[in-house]
């Protein structure tokens, strides 16, 4: 049989019309067997034929290409970040603002919960997939964008163009993902941003195409080279010319249409096939765009709305018991599965005893969760009208799970006292290397405790003796020569941290990594630390007597500890920045929300370099409250309390200055 390059392009035509009628017009026109026969005939073609291969085969798609590396990408125009608003009055604050300098309409946008992308075509033909990066910078990622088929290869005009959007995984892309990793044992995947996210940023794209990828694409930026004068026709042009346009898009007349959309969708949310975390709120108008402007951070025209924090009920199955590195002995709730905020609930804190019985709390409940500070699942609260009669009185337990000793009560906690007991001492172990202590990565909780149990671990002291091991490491099940290098490496490098790293490391009761800093920086190196007495140790700010005690009495004991590490070539000096500045020296800071473009831990650590504290709750006390995406009840009070708000963008402009 004669086979024709005229054959190979009907079926690539017929196969990519097929693929645009099902995924982004959700109106398939071939079966599933039609698709697939004709998709193994082009297969066969091509195979056949290498040299008649096109750009926009269909077969591109199942990912057939490996990169070393990502090249870095410098986008023309920078991809900004929005402001973002939390409530009704601030939405309105926005449109006050807005119509000081306009008449508006505006574009109202489901916020999809993904990863943003910037798309390249040249004369029609998708040359470039980029990451939004840091907004200037970002990385190529052409290879995993090519499979994924809400995005297409070929336009229907062969145009120069870019258009941005967001690349997301559906929440059922998403759980058949983690059935797979379940049943190979992998660690299942917190949410399906964190999923998207992992998979564009594969070096294999056979491994993107397997995860079963969209993109949502929401905008255009140059449109005054097409003629178009407002962003809702932007969105219809980008729709003709072959582009995934989200189906749930208005065009609204005022603000009080902006805030029935937003309630809309905060109570259908759930009902969407996809994550989306807020609602986007655009002036629909370029001419008006271009008036309003830019800050150096976001468009002075568009603004995000982030849905407030959620609670979700659930079953409590049980209450077991948890040692820390202090012998405190913590109850936890054992919880039916249960997604909040984009990851899976399945254990939460219960503080201590007095909060389990001020809750009435039992066994078998119903109750309501939610993350503290929009990070810790805790119980809020007790569905009593739920219970059935079967639930089960909590009581604490008097003995240490792991090791059995008798608990002995201090205030509100119970201890366990024994200093043989081996969860804490593996907890002792787990803080040393955490990230806010020394910091050596590569050490789960889960290595640290079979290091502990195979010997190799008793001491923090031991992490610096691992390499006389190395032969033997790389023997263990799980290791190799590449893994255990790693370790030893991260090993080496925590040598060069700064004191404070250190202070907090060594489990001093009462200094955690706050005060580890106040002393690091007052006392410049350990040696003058050491030699402090406890009347020298009150005069200095924010430490009081049960600090200043402990502390005496660790170097009074553990001086030989102290010496075999500096034995073993670690710093003992204050590394960090002694300089301070007025709209943050001893100005007390409270964090909320999740921060994009720093770590909580980042932001800490730059407020306290310039002179600042940090708290973790919301009083009349407080300075300033420093707002994230989904803030939680501390912005609430914060907004009650009068208290000065700075958004990150305008956090992150202070710090930089």
């Known amino acids: 049989m004669v086979i ?18 099902y995924y982004v017009l959700d109106n398939p026109t071939l079966t599933d067997q039609e698709y697939d026969r004709y998709m193994q005939e082009l297969i066969k073609i091509e195979s056949l034929h290498p040299e008649w291969v096109r750009d926009d085969s269909p077969t591109k798609r199942v990912g057939n290409e490996v990169i070393s590396e990502f090249k870095k990408i410098v986008h023309e125009k920078p991809m900004l970040s929005l402001s973002n608003v939390f409530n009704e009055e601030e939405v309105r604050s926005f449109d006050e603002k807005i119509k000081k300098e306009v008449t508006p309409n505006y574009v109202c946008e489901l916020k999809i919960d993904g990863l943003s992308v910037s798309l390249l075509y040249k004369s029609g033909k998708l040359v470039r997939g980029a ?15 090519k499979t994924i088929k809400t995005i297409p290869l070929v336009l229907s005009k062969p145009l120069d163009i870019e258009v941005r959007g967001e690349i997301y995984m559906s929440k059922k892309s998403f759980n058949k993902l983690n059935e797979i990793r379940k049943a ?8 399906p941003r964190n999923a998207a996210a992992g998979s564009v940023r594969q070096l294999d794209s056979k491994i993107a195409a397997s995860r079963n990828l969209d993109c949502f694409i929401y905008h255009l930026p140059n449109p005054e080279d097409f003629g178009i004068k407002t962003h809702y026709e932007s969105l219809q042009f980008m ?15 005022n603000i009080n249409q902006v805030l029935k ?10 009902t969407l096939p996809y994550e989306i975390d807020g609602i986007v709120i655009k002036t629909n108008d370029f001419a008006q765009q271009a008036k309003l402007g830019f800050t150096s951070k976001y468009p002075k025209w568009a603004t995000a709305y982030k849905f407030p924090a959620l609670e979700v009920l659930t079953k409590l199955k049980d209450i077991i018991f948890t040692v820390g590195r202090t012998g405190q002995v913590t109850p936890n709730a054992v919880l039916e599965p249960v997604r909040l905020m984009g990851s899976v609930i399945s254990r939460a804190t219960l503080h201590n005893e007095d909060y389990v019985l001020s809750k009435h709390i039992k066994i078998g409940d119903i109750v309501s969760i939610r993350k503290a500070g929009d990070v810790i699942p805790e119980v809020v609260s007790v569905k009593k009208e739920r219970r059935n009669g079967t639930e089960i009185a909590f009581k604490m337990t008097d003995t240490c799970p792991i090791c059995h000793t008798k608990l002995e009560k201090k205030d509100t906690a119970y201890y366990c006292v024994n ?16 990230r806010d202590a020394m910091y050596i990565e590569g050490f789960g909780e889960r290595i640290v405790e079979d290091f502990y149990n195979m ?4 001491s923090i002291l031991d992490f610096y003796e691992l390499y006389k091991y190395k032969e033997e490491l790389m023997e263990l099940e799980g290791f190799g020569s590449k893994s255990i290098n790693n370790l030893l490496d991260s090993i080496e490098n925590s040598k060069n941290n700064s004191l404070e790293r250190l202070l907090f490391g060594l489990g001093i009761r009462y200094v955690g990594s706050k005060t580890a800093k106040i002393l690091a920086k007052y006392y410049h190196n350990i040696d003058n630390l050491m030699q402090a007495n406890y009347e020298e140790l009150l005069n200095i700010k924010d430490i009081g007597e049960a600090i200043a005690k402990s502390v005496v009495e660790y170097f009074s004991s553990n001086q030989e500890i102290i010496e075999k590490l500096k034995g073993y070539g670690l710093n003992m000096t204050y590394l960090g920045q002694t300089n301070v500045n007025e709209e943050f020296n001893n100005k007390t800071f409270v964090l909320t929300g999740t921060l994009s473009s720093i770590t909580r831990n980042e932001a800490k650590e730059k407020i306290e370099e310039l002179g600042g504290n940090v708290s973790g709750s919301v009083s009349p006390k407080t300075s300033i409250v420093i707002v994230g995406e989904n803030p939680g009840s501390k912005y609430n009070n914060a907004i009650k309390l009068g208290i000065p708000i700075w958004h990150e963008e305008e956090f992150l402009d202070k710090i930089k200055k």
């Open 4 to 21: 024709k390059m005229d054959r190979m392009n009907e079926i690539i035509d017929l196969i990519n019309k097929a693929n645009y009628e």
């Open 455 to 458: 010997g190799y671990l008793k």
């Open 131 to 145: 990451t939004r990066g840091d907004g200037v910078t970002g990385e190529d990622i052409t290879h995993n964008v």
């Open 419 to 434: 200093d043989q007991c081996d969860k804490k001492k593996i907890e002792n172990l787990i803080h040393f290397v955490s």
């Open 239 to 253: 729709k003709d010319l072959g582009f995934n346009i989200n189906p749930n898009i208005e065009l609204v007349e």
């Open 261 to 270: 959309y937003i309630h809309k969708w905060t109570k259908k949310r759930d």
């Open 184 to 191: 190979n044992g992998e660690e299942l995947l917190a949410n």
